[in-house]
């Protein structure tokens, strides 16, 4: 009881302040939300360790900018990839036939990465789509260095390996 009281007292306390000061980072009152959520959910699942920071608003604050320029330079690596897929498609006019398989190559790559053991995938999505280093995963997840490594390795492979086949079906079904 006695945590949860202490953390709605801090939540109330910093709220605004974070919101504000992630709404100048971002420009987006969605994503400002979503990353303050994040924040708390993280606080609160990392709240035994707390005791252990000397000046909580400086982490706070540091761990909140951390995230928002982790998800700003998610944001615009897929408006890149999406440029370039854009112009591509501009480029090569879609057809009905490559829409679907464009869409069924998405959603077997999601399938693919839903495969993956928990830990490999957790590993690969805090890689590949939070785009945090393997040191920074290795101290988040409480895991070596190494351990990181052989997770993405394992992943990558799995994932080359099952999309190689998929494509390797659409390319030769309408042989």
């Not at 699942?45 to 000046?55: F, Y």
């Not at 995230?67 to 006019?93: D, F, G, P, T, W």
């Not at 693919?112 to 280093?133: F, M, N, W």
Request: charged content about 30%; hydrophobic content about 40%.
């Amino acid at each position: 009881m006695g945590d949860e009281t202490a953390f709605k007292i801090l939540y109330d306390l910093y709220e605004d302040k974070l919101y504000g000061f992630l709404f100048n980072l971002t420009k987006s009152h969605s994503a400002s939300e979503d990353l303050l959520q994040d924040t708390f959910m993280r606080i609160w699942e990392d709240r035994a360790q707390l005791g252990e920071i000397s000046d909580f608003r400086a982490y706070l604050f540091t761990m909140v900018k951390h995230r928002a320029l982790n998800a700003i330079k998610r944001i615009s690596k897929e408006e890149l990839i999406l440029q370039k897929i854009s112009y591509r498609s501009r480029e090569v006019e879609m057809s009905t036939e490559s829409a679907v398989y464009y869409n069924d190559l998405r959603k077997k790559i999601e399938w693919i990465i839903h495969q993956l053991p928990p830990q490999q995938r957790l590993v690969y999505r805090l890689s590949r789509e939070e785009g945090l280093k393997q040191e920074e995963i290795s101290h988040r997840l409480k895991i070596t260095v190494a351990t990181v490594k052989k997770h993405l390795t394992l992943s990558l492979r799995h994932i080359r390996k099952n999309l190689s086949l998929f494509i390797f079906c659409i390319l030769f079904s309408g042989l």
